[in-house]
């Protein structure tokens, strides 16, 4: 789910940013294949975005709706309640399993 940091860290304490949340989720899910827009969903994650598959995967599944001001503030942290509130949608939605 997560592949640390290059230097080969994992940085314990640091905080999760939420497009790192993303890809653990997206990897978590299986890393589905996902029918990328033609114009991206969140006006701050252009097309060229490292993670731009993993944050529209997100936006297609319903998991995140961003923000209302259509952004999803990828570099942001990811606060306890939004991470609880897509591990939720990503159970309820069947794209992740919790056992």
């Given at each position: 789910?997560?592949?640390?940091?290059?230097?080969?860290?994992?940085?314990?304490?640091?905080?999760?940013?939420?497009?790192?949340?993303?890809?653990?989720?997206y990897?978590?899910?299986?890393?589905?294949?996902?029918?990328l827009?033609?114009?991206?969903?969140?006006?701050?994650?252009?097309?060229?975005?490292?993670?731009?598959?993993e944050?529209?995967?997100?936006?297609?599944?319903?998991?995140?709706?961003?923000?209302?001001?259509?952004?999803?503030?990828?570099?942001?942290?990811?606060?306890r309640?939004?991470?609880?509130?897509?591990?939720?949608?990503?159970?309820?939605?069947?794209?992740?399993?919790?056992?």
């Open positions: 789910m997560t592949t640390g940091w290059p230097d080969g860290s994992f940085r314990p304490v640091t905080p999760v940013a939420r497009d790192a949340m993303a890809v653990f989720l990897r978590q899910s299986g890393s589905p294949a996902v029918t827009p033609a114009s991206p969903s969140f006006h701050d994650v252009p097309a060229d975005n490292m993670y731009y598959r944050i529209e995967w997100m936006a297609s599944t319903g998991i995140s709706t961003g923000w209302p001001d259509s952004t999803y503030r990828p570099l942001a942290d990811t606060n309640d939004a991470m609880a509130a897509f591990i939720h949608r990503a159970v309820i939605k069947g794209v992740l399993t919790v056992k």
